[in-house]
């Protein structure tokens, strides 16, 4: 019997594949600006998008301000003129709500894990993106909650985010959880500095530094033998 009872799944390129959706709304959005959707720009919008998301996560911006302020970053870079940057990250997080594409695999690993674990999201997503997501998505009838940061009050890694979400759950025994997710600094750290146990899904083969996940793994479907083996 494995020594689980709940599981905490990051949403983003954990169970989403959160890349082909963010490229996907990236390229409607731009539609209807004068910036036209390319290779560069994206990798561009990319790199601003996850510094100020690194930022946030040390307390760094506030949400409210992050989600315009990659956009004016990126339309100024490109002296993009004109564009109300406010507007547009509107218009993006919408096309964003539309696109719920699910890493492969991942609904039946799901579908097999409810029957033995309760199962929840937790996620640092934005509250109109993800619930629309969600709502898409067939992933949700096999979740017991989502835990939207935005609406907690508290992101990823921060402890108080996580103590939050146990007395959610209404169990206080932390070796009861196991947190499963791809980011090194929301999911593991916070992991790590909740006293949860948790799995780093490492896509691409990066070092985990000084950190020590209690288990990695490079494909999420793995987390079914984790969990196996993870037993009294």
């Excluded at 993006?92 to 695999?105: A, H, M, R, W």
């Excluded at 499963?180 to 006293?195: E, H």
Aim: proline share 2%; net charge negative.
């Amino acid at each position: 019997m494995s020594k689980y009872k709940y599981l905490l799944f990051d949403a983003d390129n954990t169970l989403f594949d959160f890349d082909r959706c963010e490229r996907a709304a990236f390229r409607a959005a731009l539609e209807s600006s004068p910036l036209e959707y390319n290779e560069d720009v994206y990798a561009d919008y990319h790199v601003i998008n996850d510094g100020l998301w690194k930022l946030l996560e040390k307390g760094g911006i506030e949400r409210s301000k992050l989600k315009s302020e990659r956009f004016r970053l990126l339309f100024e870079k490109y002296g993009a003129e004109g564009v109300d940057s406010v507007d547009f990250a509107a218009k993006y997080e919408s096309k964003l709500g539309e696109q719920s594409y699910e890493i492969d695999g991942v609904y039946d690993l799901l579908k097999r894990l409810c029957a033995k674990y309760d199962i929840y999201v937790i996620t640092n997503g934005l509250t109109n993106v993800q619930e629309s997501r969600f709502s898409r998505s067939r992933m949700t009838s096999l979740v017991k909650d989502v835990f939207i940061s935005e609406k907690v009050g508290y992101a990823k890694p921060d402890k108080r985010y996580f103590d939050y979400v146990i007395s959610q759950v209404g169990d206080p025994d932390r070796s009861d959880y196991i947190v499963i997710g791809d980011s090194l600094t929301s999911d593991i750290d916070g992991a790590i500095n909740s006293g949860i146990e948790c799995c780093w899904y490492n896509r691409h083969g990066d070092d985990p530094g000084d950190r020590n996940p209690n288990y990695i793994i490079d494909d999420i479907l793995s987390v079914e033998t984790v969990l196996e083996h993870g037993q009294n």
